[in-house]
């Protein structure tokens, strides 16, 4: 009996490999036509505002869902968001390629946000610390930075928090990036390995995993996921915890994949630039805000907020470090700051509030 698959239609592959040729030259065609388009775009911004910038994060967003609504498969429509986010940064980089900082070395899960945010037609600029992207951005060296705010299992960034407390620049987008762990070494093997090596929530994230398969082997903190994959790369006997983007970086290759103990794990990230947006359709707005230490001003400041039907979606609280048991309160409403229930709602709470800053509205991620 012959188990052997039959071949395929030699004809019939030929013709519909024919078919996707001349499609991808439509393609091409379409895609070139858009750019030509996208030229006449900023020629136009230019001639009002000869420093306009080319990135709109609430323009690329409306792209995106619009094609999504529009979308009838079969490609989902989670597909279509990178798609099209690289179309749109091509596009942006025949004017001007955008400088972006993040969260360094090459290889972190901040450059995965960069990507995902701006598509690969950019500047991008690693940073050793978040105050060195703020301070980028500041004196305009870079255009816009891509900073970590808080993550579902490890909780906010503290430090991300209270540098927009003080920083003229505003929030104008966010990424929200699921986090895979891999377990990666030079050659796939761990025959060599000593050390594993990656920043201590990624550490803290595949606790579970590594005391089930590697209990032996010695735990490292480091700097960042990044530099464990650096790393790894120059010595076979460390193992790094990193994501997709070091294994393309660092040439490694993964042990195991998505080793982290809890499936659901997700980093989301602020975009920090100079600029405001204009409502998309579907935005958040950030604030901070802080009252007299007394019983029930916190009930009483954001009272407005339910009275005027703002959905509160965010609240943390930092230290003020002003005076004892004095705090800031950070918290995310849905809906763009110049929407008039939103407007309404956020002035009247500035009315009650002894400190109050708008620190952006932007597309949700």
């Keep these: 009996m012959n188990d052997a698959s039959p071949a395929p239609d030699v004809a019939a592959l030929g013709a519909l490999r024919d078919e996707i040729d001349a499609l991808d030259a439509q393609v091409l065609e379409l895609l070139n036509r858009r750019a030509r388009v996208a030229e006449r775009v900023g020629d136009l911004k230019r001639a009002v505002d000869p420093n306009a910038q080319v990135f709109r994060p609430e323009r690329e967003a409306q792209v995106v869902r619009r094609l999504q609504d529009l979308n009838q498969g079969p490609l989902p429509n989670e597909a279509l968001g990178p798609i099209f986010r690289e179309v749109m940064s091509a596009c942006r980089a025949l004017e001007r390629a955008a400088v972006v900082a993040y969260l360094g070395p090459e290889g972190t899960y901040s450059e995965q946000a960069v990507i995902l945010q701006f598509g690969r037609s950019v500047s991008r600029r690693a940073c050793a610390t978040i105050d060195e992207i703020f301070r980028e951005v500041e004196a305009k060296a870079s255009d816009f930075g891509v900073i970590p705010i808080e993550n579902s299992t490890e909780g906010t960034v503290n430090r991300s928090l209270d540098l927009l407390l003080n920083s003229p620049l505003r929030i104008c987008g966010e990424v929200a990036l699921a986090i895979h762990h891999h377990l990666l070494t030079r050659d796939g093997a761990m025959t060599a390995v000593t050390r594993i090596c990656a920043h201590p929530q990624a550490l803290a994230q595949c606790t579970g995993w590594l005391d089930r398969h590697h209990p032996e ?149």
Aim: negative net charge; aromatic residues 8%.
């Design 217 to 365: 082997i010695e735990r490292v903190p480091v700097a960042s996921n990044g530099f464990a994959a650096k790393m790894a790369a120059d010595d076979e006997t460390v193992a790094a915890i990193a994501g997709d983007l070091a294994i393309e970086r660092y040439g490694l290759v993964a042990v195991a994949d998505h080793i982290q103990d809890l499936a659901r794990n997700t980093t989301r990230f602020a975009v920090i630039g100079a600029i405001g947006t204009t409502p998309s359709g579907r935005d958040q707005t950030s604030i901070v805000f802080s009252v007299a230490n007394q019983a029930g001003a916190v009930h009483e400041a954001i009272e407005p907020l339910a009275r005027h039907g703002v959905s509160m979606t965010r609240f943390e609280s930092r230290p003020a470090r002003t005076g004892v048991w004095v705090y800031h309160f950070y918290i995310d409403v849905e809906g763009h700051e110049t929407e008039p229930k939103v407007a309404a709602a956020l002035a009247e709470l500035k009315g009650r509030a002894g400190f109050f800053k708008v620190l952006g509205s932007y597309p949700l991620a």
